[in-house]
């Protein structure tokens, strides 16, 4: 695959006023490929770096199991909701892992995994999702902004982060993730539109899963891809399997290392499958056959993989055993620590509005307090 | 040959203190940002930002794409980089495509991230009416920020505190969203900005006249109505009280309270709608505070609860100084 360089990356194609207007007659640059770019199962896996894979099939086996867990720990009452992402681990591990350090990560509500696979602790990363609070960690620390709820919205931070990163001469992009009812979202346009305009670092990358909720891609878009969408702005556009984590893995880096050297921002589509409901709390059975699950069940990313690595003898009992092993004890800490009670403090609920409390506030705290005192009392 | 006290000491403009406020900022702090539609080149449509570009270059005063949540959003993801963006909205109605981001994630993200990721980022909107502008350009916007916990509200009404509360806002640690009354950026005063007129911060109310009859409670764009009108107060014998508020959120209750008790009785005055106006939750709070002391009940004197009107009509809209007498006359003097 090759790079799509943007025609004249600097001023040089804003020629103004134009000395006649032509239609278009050669292909686009910046238009997708016509077919998810796929590289397990063809000839360019002999290329793949084997020990880079394994770590890929590790992550991908303690992502899958850590979705189960954190579904278990709906039912168990010790989430409010988890949004899974069974069938979509790929793209939220490759999306941690083509980043470095000092990059940034701005991921949607249905983005735990990715969150957790850059390093986070999954209990931090499922604070929101407990509900003790909004976001369980220091976004700075970890280069991880919170978990975003209000579709879009995060695309333009991913955009002022990367930008401000590079006026101080930071080499620092930004990856932001979104669904693909969010595409149909103005933030996602104007993130898109500041993005290419200013040049800046980032890479989007839209999980195309099929639904938003419960409405398919065709009431979402008439564009051909969500991919063609890049077009529009002057940005390549890349439509890539999204179960396929080593084709991910390519796109990805390719578009992390071209946002690093000063190329812009990169739109990619993953399309994949949302194996399982919205949430917890919807039924998929309203909106989508059991029959089109099943086709996407054949396509599944763990297995895509393991079938890949195995066939090509590099993956062997040992490995795949000590991936389960690293998973289990995963789930289990998961598990022990997620059922110990969270400590609350309700006098919390005044100490982050402002950095200095209003004496609106401080009258309430007080209120709260007295409350509380009175409680402990009886 | 001039010397510095004779430059010092001139009339300037509370759209020069507002720039000044702006230069002074980006001079002394690098990490200061200017960002918004036309604020580069033509230095805004209102020419607040006049002359930045040119001095500090594209990267610190950008003329950003059209698009109010971008310009927002965008803002955010540079304050959390450490950047301290001041923004231009042009219009107080054109804000309004930023209100997700400004309710959602401005306001909020201090308490989502508890407290590790402040956002200093200073909203500035040109609002209110007097300036027969056209449909969109004259709302009173002021209620829908007041309403949102986590953000600061200011607005001035004089020339030193355009300057002060502005170099207040970039500086604070909390986003402040900065309403500046567009009929008064070309009121003047003697005004030195070599040696700004120290003003008291943000959260603090001013006493703009002493009184004994009755106290006027306003902000921004109504102060020199109320000043003017307590003028003409003293013919009917009398002597009139008048507080800026100059901050929103948080509200200076106490130096309200004091004059309240003081003289008896409160008339709240602003150009936003009455109902659910900020106005409203002033009347409360002294009505509260003040109950014992009043001598009859708080007054409200505001805009109609209409959308802003066509600029021939904004006459009959605006509170005026007649409106502000005719309430004061209903507080029963008599008493
Ligand atoms: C601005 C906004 N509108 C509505 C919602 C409610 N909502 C939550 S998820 C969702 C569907 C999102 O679908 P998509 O973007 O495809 O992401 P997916 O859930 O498939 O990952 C909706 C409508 C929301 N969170 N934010």
New interface residues.
């Given amino acids: 695959m090759t790079v799509q360089e943007l025609p004249g990356a600097g001023a040089s194609h804003r020629v103004t006023p134009p000395p006649a207007w032509r239609p278009r007659t050669e292909a686009a640059p910046l238009l997708p490929d016509p077919e998810p770019y796929r590289v397990l199962g063809t000839a360019a896996a002999e290329h793949l770096d084997p020990a880079l894979m394994r770590r890929y099939y590790a992550e991908l086996v303690r992502g899958r199991r850590y979705n189960a867990q954190a579904t278990a720990l709906t039912r168990q009452g010790r989430l409010a909701v988890y949004p899974s992402t069974v069938g979509q681990e790929a793209a939220e591990i490759a999306a941690a892992l083509v980043l470095e350090e000092q990059d940034w990560l701005f991921p949607s509500y249905r983005d735990t995994l990715a969150a957790v696979a850059r390093g986070l602790d999954p209990v931090q990363a499922l604070t929101l999702l407990r509900g003790d ?3 369980g ?5 970890h280069r991880i ?2 978990l975003c ?2 579709l879009a ?1 995060q ?11 590079r ?2 001469g930071d080499e620092v992009v ?1 990856l932001a993730m979104v669904g693909d009812g969010g595409t149909s979202e ?2 996602f ?3 898109l ?2 993005a290419a ?1 200013w040049q800046a670092p980032v890479v989007f990358l839209v999980q195309n899963n099929g639904f938003a909720i419960s409405v398919p891609l065709a009431k979402q878009t008439a564009a051909p891809t969500l991919a063609h969408k890049a077009v529009g702005y002057g940005m390549p556009g890349r439509l890539v399997d999204g179960n396929d984590v080593a084709a991910l893995h390519e796109v990805l880096t390719e578009a992390v290392q071209r946002a690093r050297a000063g190329g812009g921002p990169t739109l990619i589509e993953a399309v994949t499958y949302r194996m399982e409901a919205h949430t917890n709390a919807d039924d998929a059975t309203r909106y989508r056959t059991d029959s089109e699950v099943e086709a996407w069940k054949a396509h599944d990313p763990v297995e895509l993989l393991e079938r890949e690595l195995t066939g090509r003898g590099w993956l062997d009992e040992t490995a795949v055993r000590e991936a389960r092993d690293a998973a289990e004890a995963m789930a289990a800490d998961l598990r022990e620590r997620m059922n110990a009670e969270p400590v609350l403090n309700p006098m ?1 609920l005044f ?5 200095e409390q ?3 506030l401080r009258e309430q705290a007080a209120m709260l307090r007295a409350e509380l005192e009175a409680e402990d009392d009886a | 040959m001039t010397t510095v006290a004779q430059q010092a000491v001139k009339p300037a403009t509370m759209a020069q203190a507002l720039t000044r406020a702006m230069r002074d900022a980006m001079a002394e702090d690098p990490t200061v ?1 200017v960002m918004g539609e036309d604020v580069g080149t033509l230095g805004g449509v209102f020419r607040i930002t006049d002359g930045l570009a040119k001095e500090f270059g594209e ?1 610190r005063v950008t003329d ?2 059209l ?1 109010e ?2 310009i ?12 301290r963006p001041v923004v231009e909205m042009q219009f107080d109605a054109f804000a309004y ?1 930023a209100f ?2 400004l309710i ?2 401005v306001a ?11 956002l200093p980022i200073t909203i500035r909107v040109p609002y209110g009416g007097g300036i027969g502008g056209v449909e969109h350009h004259c709302d009173s916007s002021e209620a829908y920020y007041t309403a949102t ?2 953000l ?1 509200v200011v607005t001035p009404a004089t020339v030193e505190d355009a300057y002060g509360l502005l170099r207040a806002s970039i500086a ?3 986003p402040v969203v900065f309403l500046e009354p567009k009929r008064l950026y070309w009121s003047k005063a003697q005004w030195s900005p070599d040696a700004p007129v120290a003003v008291p911060g943000i ?1 603090e109310a001013l006493v703009r006249r002493t009184g004994t009859s009755a106290t006027l409670i306003t902000y921004g764009p109504s102060l020199p109505v109320c000043l003017e009108a307590a003028e003409a107060a003293r013919e009917e014998g009398w002597d009139l009280e008048v507080v800026d508020l100059r901050s929103l ?3 200076d ?2 130096t309200v309270v004091a004059s309240v008790r003081r003289t008896g009785r409160a008339v709240v005055v602003h150009e936003a709608g009455g109902f659910g106006g900020p106005g409203a939750e002033i009347a409360a709070r002294v009505t509260e505070r003040c109950f014992h002391h009043l001598e009859a009940p708080v007054l409200r004197v505001t805009g109609f609860d209409i959308p802003y009107p066509p600029p021939m009509l904004e006459k009959y809209h605006l509170p005026g100084v007649e409106r502000i007498l005719d309430a004061v006359a209903r507080l029963q003097w008599e008493n």
């Fill in positions: 609070w909004h976001t960690y220091d976004p700075r620390e902004a919170p709820t209000p919205t695309l333009p931070h991913a955009v002022g982060v990367a930008h401000a990163a006026l101080r930004a103005g933030d346009h104007e993130a539109n500041f305009v919390d100490a982050h509005v402002y950095a209003t004496g609106r | 940002h990267d950003t794409p698009a949540a971008g927002l959003g965008t803002a955010v993801g540079m304050a959390m980089y450490g950047l495509p997700e981001q959602s994630h909020k993200m201090r308490n989502r991230t508890r407290g590790a990721m402040p916990p986590g600061t604070s640690d909390d959260g959120v948080p509200f209750e106490e």
